[in-house]
């Protein structure tokens, strides 16, 4: 058996939404280099929707893979939705990930959390 | 098309080796240890294997025992020194930090068991000194394990010098030489070397057998008991196949160590040099000192497995020290032993080439590794934060 799933090699092979927002309405960072893991989530958000998202990662294939899937899981989707985002749905449309990776999901879910979080603080000093 | 450049974690195996196996896996079928025709004539066999592999390293065949490879030789070899130095109240051993983990897996045991392991510090270009050894040894110093030629990285050690030290200092000395038989000169008796260990798929032979040479005098232990075979030090009916293309692969080997050492050193060498030119990089271990098929390199900004499997996607293997490939969340121990920091130590690749290996497929690989790097390095944050300024970069 492959180590990846086909879903996971594709996603990797043809990453969707890599790249920079300018302007971002909120971004995330999270895990370190020396765990071998970064991911940054950039969003823009009009009207309570993700109009757009847009990663970067350093890291190894099921990362690269879980930040694509995981961009492409909340474009378009109200805020509420994103934010509900959880680490078992991005390995679940990955068709699974190996136990070991399981984490690269986990940095997906948390890096959208923080440019939510971001957005929201961005908001409020707005206010 | 596919480029195989993962040597270093095992060799296709060669025309002669697959011959010289057949007849054994056909009708070459008794058991050594049966006292009939049939198996006597396997036990010739494996008295010829022994003598030829044994002429190899320069040492009597009754020196030689054969396991299944590496690991268990490995095993073997630490496992005896240390219960004869507790015999004699030793419990000291040491060793270096970049060994392969069947030596440091093993020393970490007989740590729980009340043995001190002292493991010697790596200089950045790879090697071992000679003095660093003699500074190490103790009263109650049992047995020194330094391998012969490190797996990630290639560099070779001072063996004989290390030899002669424990030799002088009446400690037991044993090398894992897994990843030089077959590649270097190895003279045991010229090398002061006590106990040396080699697998045969490392150099064109089968999988799953190895051997353990222990000079005559050193006492060795058995892992596995049920049989007189080995001398009674390795139970189990022999892997006569096995043993067969191990014998002609190593003959072979050693029969073109020089021939392949130029050829391969000349296309490691090309290989180091168009790797070089990417921004930002670096070649882990002394670029002479090591193995003629060894290339090994730090990139910065980007991680290993995903280097990895673009190049397969190209049709090349390879290989990384990263945490990824490891399974464990640290990068290459090798990597770390040699100073290189965790965040350059993800971004490592280890090409090893073979004899059959060209110079077209060595300048298609420089070609591809610059792609991979740069694709990779584009969607990376880390890089990102390194061109800007935001961050420093490790490798100048």
């Known amino acids: 058996m492959a180590l990846y799933s086909e879903k996971v090699m594709e996603h990797f092979r043809h990453p969707r939404n890599v790249g920079v927002i300018e302007n971002a309405d909120g971004i995330g960072e999270v895990g370190n280099a020396k765990c071998g893991d970064i991911m940054k989530i950039y969003l823009k958000i009009e009207d309570g929707i993700i109009e757009d998202a847009k990663f970067e990662t350093f890291g190894c294939a099921s990362a690269i893979a879980s930040s694509s899937m995981a961009t492409e899981l909340i474009k378009g989707k109200p805020v509420s939705e994103a934010s509900a985002l959880t680490n078992k749905a991005v390995a679940e449309a990955l068709d699974g990930l190996p136990a070991h990776k399981v984490h690269c999901s986990v940095l997906a879910e948390e890096a959208i959390k923080k440019a939510l979080q971001d957005y929201y603080g961005k908001l409020s000093e707005g206010v | 098309m596919r480029i195989y450049l993962d040597n270093a974690a095992t060799t296709k195996m060669s025309r002669t080796a697959v011959d010289a196996m057949l007849p054994y896996l056909d009708t070459v079928y008794g058991n050594p240890s049966s006292l009939h025709s049939a198996g006597q004539e396997a036990a010739e066999a494996l008295d010829n294997a022994r003598e030829r592999i044994a002429k190899c390293l320069g040492c009597p065949g009754k020196e030689i025992i054969f396991t299944s490879g590496g690991s268990e030789a490995d095993n073997q070899a630490i496992l005896s020194a240390a219960r004869a130095g507790a015999r004699k109240g030793k419990k000291h051993i040491i060793t270096t930090a970049f060994e392969h983990h069947a030596v440091l897996h093993t020393l970490k045991k007989l740590e729980r068991e009340g043995f001190e392991v002292t493991l010697l510090g790596v200089h950045e270009d790879g090697i071992v000194l000679p003095e660093q050894v003699d500074d190490a040894i103790r009263e109650d110093t049992c047995l020194v394990t330094v391998m012969y030629a490190n797996n990630e990285i290639g560099t070779i050690q001072p063996i004989k010098a290390i030899g002669g030290i424990c030799r002088d200092r009446g400690v037991t000395f044993h090398t894992d030489a897994v990843q030089a038989a077959g590649h270097l000169h190895i003279d045991v008796k010229e090398q002061n070397i006590d106990m040396l ?21 050193i006492s060795l232990e058995a892992l596995i008991e049920g049989g007189a075979q080995e001398r009674g030090k390795r139970a189990g009916t022999e892997n006569i196949p096995a043993i067969m293309g191990m014998a002609a692969a190593l003959e072979e080997a050693c029969g073109s160590i020089d021939e392949n050492a130029r050829k391969l050193s000349a296309l490691r060498d090309k290989l180091i040099e168009g790797l070089s030119e990417i921004p930002h990089s670096i070649l882990n271990g002394d670029a002479f000192r090591r193995l003629p098929g060894n290339v090994n390199f730090c990139f910065e900004g980007i991680e290993g497995e995903s280097l990895l499997l673009l190049l397969d996607d190209k049709g090349i293997c390879a290989s990384s020290g990263s945490a990824c490939t490891s ?6 121990h090798v990597l770390l032993a040699i100073g290189r920091v965790h965040d350059i130590a993800h971004g490592s ?3 090893t080439l073979s004899e059959e290996n060209t110079e077209e ?4 690989t420089v070609r591809a590794v610059k792609e991979a790097v740069e694709y990779l390095r584009g969607m990376s944050p880390v890089w990102r934060a390194l061109i800007s300024g935001e961050q420093e970069f490790i490798i100048k």
């Open chain 2, 327 to 332: 399974g464990s969340l640290d990068p290459s």
């Open chain 2, 361 to 364: 497929e060595i300048a298609y």
């Open chain 2, 197 to 217: 260990s080699l697998s045969a798929h490392k150099f064109h032979g089968p999988k799953g057998i190895g051997a353990l040479y222990a000079r005559k005098g």
């Open chain 2, 349 to 351: 690749l280890r090409l």
